[in-house]
């Protein structure tokens, strides 16, 4: 899982985000209710102050302890504690059931994307849009494509697409997802008005 990514601007944190599964599939995780580039930049935070992202490890320390690490300045979210929990879940869900692997999501015993997107469902933390998102940044950035991904990936997985972090390689993508996010908004708000009258 070696590529290069431009998640976060950061070469650090993008490089960790590239190289490290859990800390892309926690990055996902934190994608909400702050900037994309913000969510990607917690698991570099964590992976400082634990000395190492570890499955196990996160699985099993304190909660406590956790939602300490994840409060310090500058905190890991915007709402650090409910975070801490979500990120402890889904390592005790990784260790549960896939043994701690975060590859063997779309590893194990060769899925297809619609198993993967069905596993990536089953995470704590994953509903369905972002288990698509996942499944399209897994597909266009890691190299990580099972039959049928960008089918199951939805309007996520199409080729070319300015809609989410799969499609964000450099400052012009991340400006383009951002205004697709905005007229997407506004459109839902419109709609939203529109059934109210």
């Known amino acids: ?42 698991p570099k935070k964590l992976d400082d102050r634990l000395g190492g992202l570890e499955v196990h490890r996160i699985a099993e320390m304190d909660p406590e302890e956790f939602a300490a690490v994840c409060s310090q300045t500058p905190a890991v979210h915007r709402f650090p504690g409910s975070m801490a929990t979500r990120i402890q879940s889904l390592c005790a869900f990784l260790v549960e059931n896939y043994d701690g692997s975060v590859e063997a999501l779309w590893t194990s015993g060769d899925p297809d994307g619609k198993e993967v997107l069905k596993r990536l469902k089953a995470l704590p933390g994953y509903g369905d849009q972002k288990a698509r998102i996942f499944l399209a940044l897994l597909g266009k950035q890691i190299g990580v494509e099972p039959k049928g991904w960008r089918e199951a990936a939805g309007d996520y997985g199409t080729d070319g697409a300015r809609r989410s972090i799969a499609d964000v390689v450099d400052d012009k993508s991340l400006h383009e997802v951002r205004e697709f996010k905005k007229a997407a908004k506004a459109e839902a708000k419109k709609a939203a008005a529109a059934k109210k009258k």
């Not at 892309?24 to 580039?37: H, R, S």
Request: glycine share 8%; aromatic share 2%; hydrophobic share 55%.
């Open 1 to 42: 899982m070696a590529r290069t990514l431009n998640l976060v601007g950061d070469p650090d944190a993008d490089a960790l985000l590239a190289s490290d599964p859990l800390a892309l599939l926690i990055g996902m995780l934190l994608d909400q209710q702050v900037p994309m580039e913000t969510a990607f930049a917690g």
